[in-house]
């Protein structure tokens, strides 16, 4: 059982690169959730998930899309990097909308 | 509006002393609460949730919190500090999770 992952762990982007980050949970969880971490901030939400198919807008969505085409992935993609894109992104899965499981975190650098 | 004020981005106690870190909270609605905690270099664990329930809620690692609806508080205490306590704490409110900003807690030997 290994949880929430996330891939990859680092990154380092140039400005107007893509990428996509994958977070799998095998908890068969229903509610799945994209963070941004910034220093002095805590977290912020991205986007989310609440089943298979479905995604809603977070806090910060803007320069991010997200899909949950399988209930155990949720991909979260940037089309074009931004210097401002720069943080720690993580991953995180619930059966019960307020009891999380985190994933280890991505770090990703656009340069 | 919702939002979530942690009251110190450092908190630094002797190994044995009293924790305290401070939360306060805005909600709308009845809120629900919740403490996380993150390790160095880690995903963030969830510590302890208030959920209309009983004000005193304890949690894991000897940590407990006190939902006060007059103060708009939920403070998050643990009687004696342990080294392996030295994280970051968060607080956050209700089903989206409006995060605070995160409490260093740093302890002295």
């Known amino acids: 059982n290994a949880g929430v992952t996330q891939t990859p762990k680092f990154r380092v982007l140039k400005t107007g690169q893509s990428m996509t980050l994958l977070c799998a949970q095998d908890?068969?969880?229903?509610?799945m959730y994209w963070y941004r971490q910034d220093p002095g901030m805590g977290l912020r939400l991205i986007h989310y998930?609440?089943?298979?198919?479905?995604?809603a807008k977070g806090e910060v969505p803007d320069g991010y899309n997200v899909s949950r085409l399988k209930k155990q992935n949720f991909l979260l993609g940037l089309e074009s990097a931004a210097p401002s894109q720069t943080s720690v992104y993580f991953c995180?899965?619930?059966?019960?909308?307020?009891?999380?499981?985190f994933g280890p975190g991505t770090r990703l650098t656009v340069t | 509006a919702q939002s979530v004020t942690q009251l110190g981005s450092h908190v630094s106690v002797s190994e044995g002393a009293l924790v305290l870190l401070r939360c306060n909270y805005s909600?709308?609605?009845?809120?629900?609460l919740f403490w996380y905690v993150q390790y160095p270099n880690q995903g963030l664990q969830l510590l302890l949730k208030?959920?209309?329930?009983a004000t005193l809620v304890k949690g894991i690692n000897g940590f407990e919190a006190e939902f006060k609806k007059s103060e708009t508080s939920f403070h998050l205490t643990k009687p004696s500090a342990h080294m392996s306590d030295a994280a970051e704490y968060f607080c956050?409110?209700?089903?989206?999770?409006?995060w605070g900003a995160g409490t260093k807690l740093i302890i002295k030997p």
């Open positions: 998930s609440v089943g298979e198919g479905t995604t």
């Open positions: 909600s709308s609605v009845p809120p629900y």
């Open positions: 995180a899965s619930a059966q019960h909308p307020y009891e999380q499981y």
């Open positions: 908890m068969n969880h229903e509610y």
């Open positions: 208030y959920t209309s329930a």
């Open positions: 956050a409110v209700n089903y989206q999770l409006i």
